[in-house]
């Protein structure tokens, strides 16, 4: 995928939430992961033309494993011009000796979250972009539907009352093979994935089932993620038409 097509996606889910407002300071959840850092070059080409003049600075909260090496991220991010800072955690730990729990994610998504959340204030941020793309609104609309009996998927933007920041999700159009095809063509500088449990999780799990889904049924995704977008899911703003 060319960056033109990444930012005609990226600004058509802008558009369409209200996700980005001028004067508004974004901190940019950087994994290290090939979502992430699309998600960076997309709202940093958007910057350069979007009629609503905002900031960005880009956030890794790192959970303290070994041999995690952020060097090409770091070059990245001063390539760009954009600021870059590293959260030093623990979270590693409490959660896999601390804690040993068998499903370790849930706790390791909301320190991650909070980690993510704290340094973003300090840094005078309002908002916090994720890098959700299509393939995860639609995995987490499965799972909730087979785990937890309901319709729902990620918002493409979430006032969070607590900590008065906006959590928005402009990759929320672009399918994972064309983030990959990005990654690819743009030699992004991914950083494996260090968890221990990656590829043997729920989410794995439903990424393997809507591959099968629409190999049986060729446009099934496309289906499906037209009726999240119409399905008036409790929590998901307006699309402005």
């Given at each position: 995928?060319?960056?033109?097509?990444?930012?005609?996606?990226?600004?058509?889910?802008?558009?369409?939430?209200?996700?980005?407002?001028?004067?508004?300071?974004?901190?940019?959840?950087?994994?290290?992961?090939?979502?992430s850092l699309t998600l960076l070059y997309a709202l940093h080409g958007l910057m350069r033309f979007y009629p609503n003049r905002f900031s960005l600075i880009a956030i890794t909260?790192?959970?303290?494993?070994?041999?995690?090496?952020?060097?090409a991220v770091k070059q990245l991010c001063q390539e760009l011009e954009v600021p870059y800072y590293v959260v030093k955690t623990e979270i590693a730990r409490?959660?896999?000796?601390?804690?040993?729990?068998?499903?370790?994610?849930?706790?390791?998504?909301?320190?991650?979250?909070?980690?993510?959340?704290?340094?973003?204030?300090?840094?005078?941020?309002?908002?916090?972009?994720?890098?959700?793309?299509?393939?995860?609104?639609?995995?987490?609309?499965?799972?909730?539907?087979?785990?937890?009996?309901?319709?729902?998927?990620?918002?493409?933007?979430?006032?969070?009352?607590?900590?008065?920041?906006?959590?928005?999700?402009?990759?929320?159009?672009?399918?994972?093979?064309?983030?990959?095809?990005?990654?690819?063509?743009?030699?992004?500088?991914?950083?494996?994935?260090?968890?221990?449990?990656?590829?043997?999780?729920?989410?794995?799990?439903?990424?393997?089932?809507?591959?099968?889904?629409?190999?049986?049924?060729?446009?099934?995704?496309?289906?499906?993620?037209?009726?999240?977008?119409?399905?008036?899911?409790?929590?998901?703003?307006?699309?402005?038409?």
């Open positions: 995928m060319k960056l033109q097509r990444l930012l005609s996606f990226t600004r058509k889910a802008v558009d369409d939430y209200e996700m980005i407002q001028s004067g508004d300071k974004i901190a940019v959840g950087i994994s290290g992961g090939k979502d909260v790192d959970l303290g494993y070994p041999d995690f090496h952020l060097d409490i959660v896999f000796e601390k804690n040993a729990l068998e499903n370790p994610c849930s706790l390791c998504a909301k320190l991650r979250k909070g980690a993510l959340n704290q340094k973003a204030l300090e840094l005078g941020c309002n908002k916090i972009a994720y890098a959700h793309h299509r393939d995860d609104i639609l995995e987490t609309m499965l799972l909730s539907m087979i785990f937890e009996g309901r319709f729902y998927a990620f918002s493409p933007k979430t006032y969070l009352e607590r900590t008065r920041l906006t959590v928005i999700r402009p990759l929320m159009y672009v399918a994972e093979a064309d983030v990959i095809g990005f990654m690819h063509k743009n030699r992004l500088p991914v950083v494996k994935n260090p968890c221990p449990v990656d590829g043997a999780t729920k989410r794995q799990y439903a990424k393997d089932l809507l591959r099968q889904i629409n190999r049986d049924n060729p446009g099934a995704k496309d289906r499906m993620f037209t009726a999240i977008l119409s399905g008036k899911i409790d929590g998901w703003p307006p699309h402005r038409t």
